[in-house]
T-cell receptor
Framework: ELKVEQNPLFLSMQEGKNYTIYCNYSTTSDRLYWYRQDPGKSLESLFVLLSNGAVKQEGRLMASLDTKARLSTLHITAAVHDLSATYFCAVDTLVGSQGNLIFGKGTKLSVKP | DSGVTQTPKHLITATGQRVTLRCSPRSGDLSVYWYQQSLDQGLQFLIQYYNGEERAKGNILERFSAQQFPDLHSELNLSSLELGDSALYFC???????????????FGEGSWLTVV
């Protein structure tokens, strides 16, 4: 059974600081997703990572994927209050096609001034 | 706005009742997914349809069923409702086929179901 573990689950950081959220998964997958969710809201797609060594950046967020280590990271650079949200990673269980996403428990990020 | 439309946004119903949640996918998307989000279980995949056919099944209870219609909209039917079914139900959609560039899966705003 595929398991997805995120850490930390809670992260309180100050504005201007850098930090990394880690996402480990237990079996082979060729597709990893990062989503952002504000309280009571929908999931906003941040990144889709497809291959080993993939790195994508958008603003202050950068995601990477190491399929050999079964590890993805979401790096936050110079955090600002607007980044406060819950961040989920999710792994696709179907190889070669999209299917069942298994989500991590989420990392609740709070950025304080 | 992701382009995925869900109705109703909020629903309160009694135990034992049946409800139907509706989803219209993004224009051009052939795959529809249903997810349940609750405090204790987190985000769980329920079921996926592609162009009208069931493609993948997750932790969907036998009391729940879904279908995708020829116009590609989908409905999730929840019956014999229990208190524990209270959750936020998301519909999501994607193009569905691997195109090499990575298919983003877009989520709707969700339907809040409260069973009392």
């Amino acid at each position: 059974e595929l398991k997805v573990e995120q850490n930390p689950l809670f992260l309180s950081m100050q504005e201007g600081k850098n930090y990394t959220i880690y996402c480990n998964y237990s079996t082979t997958s060729d597709r990893l997703y990062w989503y952002r969710q504000d309280p009571g809201k929908s999931l906003e797609s941040l990144f889709v990572l497809l291959s080993n060594g993939a790195v994508k950046q958008e603003g202050r967020l950068m995601a990477s994927l190491d399929t050999k280590a079964r590890l993805s990271t979401l790096h936050i650079t110079a955090a600002v209050h607007d980044l406060s949200a819950t961040y989920f990673c999710a792994v696709d269980t179907l190889v070669g096609s999209q299917g069942n996403l298994i989500f991590g428990k989420g990392t609740k990020l709070s950025v304080k001034p | 706005d992701s382009g995925v439309t869900q109705t109703p946004k909020h629903l309160i119903t009694a135990t034992g009742q049946r409800v139907t949640l509706r989803c219209s996918p993004r224009s051009g998307d052939l795959s529809v997914y249903w997810y349940q989000q609750s405090l204790d279980q987190g985000l769980q995949f329920l079921i996926q349809y592609y162009n009208g056919e069931e493609r993948a099944k997750g932790n969907i209870l036998e009391r729940f069923s879904a279908q995708q219609f020829p116009d590609l909209h989908s409905e999730l039917n929840l019956s014999s409702l229990e208190l524990g079914d209270s959750a936020l139900y998301f519909c999501a959609s994607s193009v569905g086929l691997r195109d090499g560039s990575g298919n983003t899966i877009y989520f709707g705003e969700g339907s809040w179901l409260t069973v009392v």
